[in-house]
Structure formats: structure tokens, C-alpha cells
């Protein structure tokens, strides 16, 4: 039998996108116009370019139309960790990492090794982490503004894994959750992994706009808000103190669940209260010492209501088992003799640094972000469009990441997130003029 008329169409045309018959960044007719060329119903015609944009080769485009995409950029790109040339310039992902971070390690090998406990670090570990150890992260909590006892933190393998076992000890396939219309790419993967529903929910000032967001949960049955209170990726937003404490007024009146992911409020000193110590009995406080400390360390933790704890640790056990012992026997003398305290606040000093470099070489040009951030969120022209803005970067070594892989609303921005933080000053300086002039050029 063969294939109905539309995957004949489906074929075709990815056939000649593929060969570049249709060049990359040419306009496709409209739905109307594909369906009266083609005899479709309407319907059909629109079921051809989303199987189109499943297999990445077009992008649609609210009130713009749908585009052929840039060959040159990856599919996963913003989401994927790509394997970049030694030339390229690294805009898309942050690893901070600070001169004589490497010695840090070694000193504290050393000190490991002299310790007397590494036979305990080569066996199974408690699925949550050792006691003592995850006392120490709950006493590290308490400096960053949120008190809980020892046996309300699990040890994960980072922020990203703790996440995951939020998710999924919390939440059943065909759940809503009510993000950010813009919001972080890996907990859009983690939601699609998990046959999540999303809830785009529009932004005002400092926060997600909560009258939106009430309207919502009039309308939809939503189990959970996804929330970064403290430095939003990608906008840089810290939410006030009275939107916070409505958030949580909001949960309680609907029954919400609140995911907090806290992975950069470190950079961000006197902010509120978390909504972990507004609400503790609605929400799970996820964060890790990747940015903080080392991306390589893969140690985070999570704080979470006490029906929820044994869900999550069975949930570590099926897809972890467990932290690393020497990993978290790393971190936590770090802990201890104050370098996380010490790195934080150094990478706090290089962040504002990076932002005053990109405040300088992006002057007049109208970026959102916080001057704490390790990141930027640049809006482009009326008339430039992302993908010819990444695919002329990456011809020039640098590597940056458009708004696809942040957007949950069919209306992408044309926009890029550059993060600041992986390169050294010169190559992000040398980057950032890049940046500039090819969206000048772009824009002209």
C-alpha cells in the first residue's frame, strides 16, 4: 500500500530541503496557500509542516510564516551539548570555572586520600546521601536563607538529576505544568521525556504574570508551577518579595504543586526568602554546586515535603542508586573549610565583570538580564531573524543559542541567549564584538 498523499508531500519536500533544492531561510507558502497548490484540507496541509518541524528541517514563525532551517545549526542545538572545535567560542552553555580551580581539586584529593574513610567511599551509599553530609548542605541552606533539617535533603547527581527525581516521584504522564513562556531548556526535556503537558504562562515585570496564571488553573486542571525565583534562565529576573508570597497564596488556593529550581540563586545576594521557606508543605527546592563549584562535580540536592521523600529516594535508586561517595566527600569538605563559600563569592565578583564587558561592547542595543547573571537574553531587530544570526556565528567560531529551545508558546522570539560565562575575558570580549557586528551586518 502506499503512503497517504500528505507523507508523499511530507517527502518531497524534506527531499528538497535536504538536497537544497529550498535553501535554508526560504519562506514556504502559507498553510491556506500549501493546502489550495496541493488539494488539502487545511488540516492536512498544517500536519505537513509540523511533521517538518518534528524532523528539524523547518521552523514556524507567528506572523513571519514558516522557514526553511539553517543546515548549518544543529537540531539540538541550545539543548544538545555539542562537541565544539578547540576555534569555537562557547556562548551557549556556562561553566564557569576560575583560574586554580584545578588545584583546589588536587589539595582536596590529597586530603581524601589521608582521610581513612576511602574504603566507605568504594561501597554503596544511602540512597540520599550519607546523614552527616546531607547535614552539611542543610546547614550550607540555612546561609542561603532557607532553614531545614538534615533528613529533608537527598543528594542527587546535580541539579538536572534532581529535577528528574522530582518529576517524576511527583507527576504522572499527561500532567500540566504551568512554566515560564520563556523558561529553561533541560526541564522542557525532562517534561517531554516524561509525556508532561506544558502551560506557557507570560511574563510581567520580575516574575510570571500571576492574574494570567489564575486564569489558568480556572481553566485546566494544573498539578504544578515550574518556577526560578532567583535569577531566571534565560531573563535574569529575581522575583520580588509580594509576587513570591502571591505565587504561594496562588498554590494554596488551586492545590499546586511548586517545582524551585535555585541553580544560579547563588550569583544573587539579599534576595527574598525561597518559596521553599514560604511554602516548605508545596514545594521542592532543587539546586546543585555545578555553577557554584564545578559543572564536573555532578553533586545537587533537593528539599522536599515529607510525603514526598521516599517517593524520590526510590526514584534515585531506580535511575542512580545513588550520589558518588567522592564526589560528595569532595564537596563537602569544601564545604566545610569554607572554599564553596570563597568560590561563590569569586564567581559572583567574574559574573558582574562579565556583564560589565558585555554592557560596554553591547552599548545601545536593547538585551535583557541582571547584572549578577552568567547570561543575556538579546531580542533581535524587526527584521533579523535567529537562525542567519547562529549560522553566521558559527562561521565565525562562535557558538551561541537561539530562543527555540527556551520558547513553550508556538510564537518563537527572534532572539539569542548568550552565556557569558565559559569563555576566558579576551575570547568573550573577542565573542561579544562578534555578536555585534554580525547583527549589524544582518540587520542592514
Same mark, same amino acid.
Given at each position: 500500500m502506499g503512503l497517504p498523499r500528505y507523507k508523499q508531500l511530507v517527502e518531497r519536500l524534506a527531499a528538497d530541503i535536504r538536497s537544497g533544492r529550498c535553501a535554508s531561510g526560504t519562506r514556504l507558502p502559507t498553510h491556506r496557500? *500549501?493546502?489550495?497548490?496541493? $488539494?488539502?484540507?487545511? @488540516?492536512?496541509?498544517?500536519? =505537513?509542516?509540523?511533521e517538518l518541524a518534528a524532523m528539524g528541517l523547518v521552523s514556524g514563525e507567528s506572523g513571519r510564516g514558516t522557514f526553511v532551517r539553517y543546515a548549518a545549526l544543529p537540531a539540538? *542545538? $541550545? &539543548?544538545d551539548q555539542p562537541l565544539l572545535g578547540q576555534d569555537m567560542i562557547d556562548l551557549n552553555f556556562n561553566n564557569p570555572n576560575l583560574s586554580g580551580q584545578g588545584h583546589l581539586l588536587r589539595d582536596a584529593l590529597r586530603e581524601l586520600a589521608m582521610a581513612g574513610e576511602l574504603d566507605s567511599l568504594l561501597c554503596y551509599q544511602p540512597h540520599g546521601g550519607r546523614l552527616r553530609e546531607r547535614a552539611m548542605v542543610a546547614g550550607y541552606l540555612a546561609d542561603q536563607g532557607l532553614q531545614v533539617g538534615a533528613e529533608q535533603v537527598l543528594l542527587v547527581n546535580g541539579a538536572q538529576h534532581g529535577l528528574a527525581v522530582a518529576m517524576m516521584?511527583?507527576?504522572? !504522564? $499527561?500532567?500540566?505544568?504551568a512554566v515560564d513562556a520563556l523558561t529553561y531548556p533541560g526541564f522542557k526535556v525532562l517534561a517531554d521525556t516524561l509525556h508532561l503537558t506544558l502551560l506557557p504562562v507570560p511574563h510581567v515585570a520580575g516574575g510570571p504574570d500571576l492574574d494570567a496564571l489564575a486564569q489558568l488553573c480556572r481553566q485546566r486542571k494544573v498539578r504544578a508551577v515550574f518556577t526560578m525565583p532567583t535569577l531566571h534562565n534565560p531573563l535574569g529576573? =529575581?522575583? +520580588?518579595?509580594?509576587q513570591r508570597q502571591a505565587l504561594v497564596a496562588l498554590a494554596r488556593q488551586y492545590g499546586l504543586l511548586l517545582i524551585e529550581d535555585a541553580a544560579y540563586a547563588f550569583l544573587v545576594e539579599g534576595a527574598p526568602p525561597p518559596l521553599a521557606a514560604l511554602a516548605p508543605e508545596l514545594t521542592v527546592y532543587v539546586s546543585g554546586f555545578s555553577k557554584s563549584v564545578a559543572t564536573g562535580l555532578r553533586v545537587g540536592y533537593v528539599v522536599a515535603p515529607p510525603p514526598w521523600r521516599a517517593a524520590m529516594e526510590r526514584v534515585i535508586r531506580a535511575t542512580a542508586w545513588n550520589t558518588p561517595g567522592v564526589m560528595c566527600a569532595l564537596v563537602c569538605g569544601w564545604l566545610a573549610d569554607g572554599t564553596v563559600a570563597r568560590l561563590q563569592a569569586q564567581k559572583r565578583q567574574d559574573a558582574a565583570g562579565r556583564q560589565a564587558m558585555a554592557a560596554a561592547v553591547l552599548a545601545g542595543m536593547p538585551y535583557v538580564s541582571h547584572p549578577a547573571s552568567y547570561f543575556l537574553w538579546l531580542p533581535l531587530p !524587526?527584521?533579523?531573524r535567529a537562525e542567519p544570526?547562529?549560522?553566521e556565528l558559527r562561521q565565525h $567560531?562562535?557558538? =551561541?543559542?537561539? @530562543?527555540?529551545?527556551? @520558547?513553550?508558546?508556538?510564537? &518563537? +522570539?527572534q532572539a539569542v541567549r548568550l552565556a557569558l560565562g565559559s569563555p576566558g575575558l579576551p575570547a568573550l570580549q573577542q565573542a561579544l564584538q562578534l555578536v555585534r557586528q554580525v547583527l549589524g551586518n544582518l540587520s542592514d
Open positions: 496557500a *500549501l493546502a489550495a497548490k496541493e $488539494g488539502l484540507a487545511l @488540516a492536512t496541509a498544517t500536519r =505537513v509542516y509540523t539540538g *542545538l $541550545g &539543548v516521584a511527583m507527576l504522572q !504522564p $499527561g500532567d500540566a505544568v529576573w =529575581v522575583m +520580588p518579595a509580594a !524587526p527584521a533579523a544570526l547562529v549560522a $567560531g562562535v557558538a =551561541v543559542s537561539p @530562543a527555540a529551545p527556551f @520558547a513553550c508558546t508556538a510564537h &518563537v +522570539p
